[in-house]
């Protein structure tokens, strides 16, 4: 079946507001005379059973049922029983025509991919009717606004394959396909994905995971994921705007989603390591006995490092983090010497090192302080910065002392 990032399904989710509702608009069967080798199934309206090899494919349609009977591979299974002449039997176009003879094959657009050959027409293709071909996307790209990394989308060389594969002449979807029909149809099929990762946390189980954050508005909000071997799904966020975070409120907000899962289904509760969660993710464990609470591995590792940066418990620690804290500042706030570091000692890595919590973000940026120690001295020593002007002001006779003379740092 087709893989979905998890951004895919954020996205579909995002813009398809009420799926329900889409999903019961779809059409059960099409004039499709792929529909001469498979049967619809009842109340699963994307879903087919080969009449060949009787295999149940889920979610897809009849273009998942083409791959199955073409044995294009990635898609789907092949059908092991569809005989060779069957498989090669030319069918009709959608108004039941003959236009021409065509396997089930050849309904798909030609696939890149690595080391393949390119097809005859874009063989012939001069470099100015390439070049020509980029400019015409480029000039979409940017009169759009297409963020560049939407190039290294995985639908991004199938869909120009598949217009290759049309030539000249084919009319792009319309506004209103993009925003109606074809929405509808891309909805349809996240939603046979969902409903296919659904049915595995019946199979293996699942953990069901708590993320607390608050948005750009200031508002508390509770995500909720699931995790299977199949990886990780989003199933819901909670405004907790006005809910008072005790045990009790967040035990109910827990059992509300465990019982919209099925209890039977969930190995584990994953939450924040607070007093309250844990007397929450307690509570619940007792409820039911089958599941276990188990605390974030990442907010308890955050939770060990604010121990260890406490000044009260270990001073030397918090001394070292204030004296690394002068040092990157001072670089990061003097374009010359930030300049100087980069071109001349670390190759364009940096000192501070970003990640989701200023605890873990500080012992990273130590950690990289470390491994160019040998670097920011040979700095600190070499013709540049002795002739910069910052070298001669107070903090920057503070900084070079810290770097070059305290061994206790």
């Known amino acids: 079946m087709a893989h979905h990032s998890s951004g895919d399904l954020a996205w579909a989710h995002a813009r398809a507001g009420a799926s329900s509702a889409s999903v019961a608009s779809a059409p059960a069967r099409s004039d499709d005379p792929a529909w001469a080798h498979a049967r619809a199934v009842p109340n699963a309206k994307n879903n087919t059973i080969c009449l060949h090899c009787n295999k149940l494919i889920k979610g897809g349609g009849i273009t998942r049922l083409k791959y199955h009977l073409a044995g294009i591979r990635g898609q789907v299974e092949p059908c092991k029983k569809v005989s060779s002449d069957i498989r090669g039997k030319d069918v009709d176009n959608d108004m039941g025509q003959i236009r021409g003879k065509k396997k089930i094959k050849s309904y798909f657009a ?6 393949a050959q390119p097809s005859i ?13 980029k400019m015409n996307v480029a000039r979409w790209w940017y009169r759009s606004n297409v963020p560049f990394y939407a190039s290294q989308s995985p639908y991004y060389q199938p869909m120009i394959d598949s217009i290759a594969a049309i030539g000249p002449g084919f009319k792009g979807p ?15 099929e996240v939603n046979d994905f969902l409903l296919d990762i659904k049915n595995d946390w019946k199979v293996y189980g699942c953990s069901l995971m ?47 989603v465990v019982q919209e899962i099925g209890v039977e289904y969930i190995v584990q509760l994953i939450t924040d390591n607070a007093s309250a969660y ?7 464990q007792q409820k039911y006995g089958t599941l276990f609470w188990s605390p ?48 001349d000692f670390t190759n364009g890595r940096e000192l501070c090192r970003p990640a989701i919590t200023r605890f873990a973000t500080n012992f990273l940026s130590l950690q990289s302080m470390l491994r160019f120690k040998k670097e920011l001295r040979q700095m600190f020593t070499c013709d540049k910065w002795l002739s910069c002007p910052r070298a001669k002001t107070a903090v920057g006779k503070e900084i070079s002392k810290i770097v070059l003379e305290d061994y206790a740092f």
């Open 296 to 343: 974030c591995a990442a907010h308890c590792i955050d939770l060990m490092l604010e121990n260890i940066a406490n000044p009260r418990w270990f001073p030397l620690i918090d001394e070292a983090i204030k004296k690394a804290k002068k040092i990157t500042k001072f670089i990061y706030n003097h374009g010359v010497v930030l300049d100087l570091m980069r071109q």
């Open 174 to 188: 319309s506004f209103y396909e993009l925003r109606g029909p074809l929405l509808k149809n891309v909805v349809h």
């Open 210 to 256: 708590s993320d607390g954050w608050t948005n750009q508005k200031q508002q508390p909000i509770m995500n909720f994921l699931v995790y299977c071997p199949r990886g990780a799904m989003f199933l819901k966020s909670i405004d907790t705007s006005g809910l008072t975070k005790d045990a009790e409120t967040l035990f109910n907000i827990f059992d509300s």
């Open 278 to 284: 844990k007397k929450a993710g307690k509570k619940l």
């Open 121 to 133: 027409r874009s063989a012939l293709a001069t470099k100015a009717m390439i070049d020509n071909a």
């Open 110 to 115: 030609p696939r890149t991919t690595p080391g």
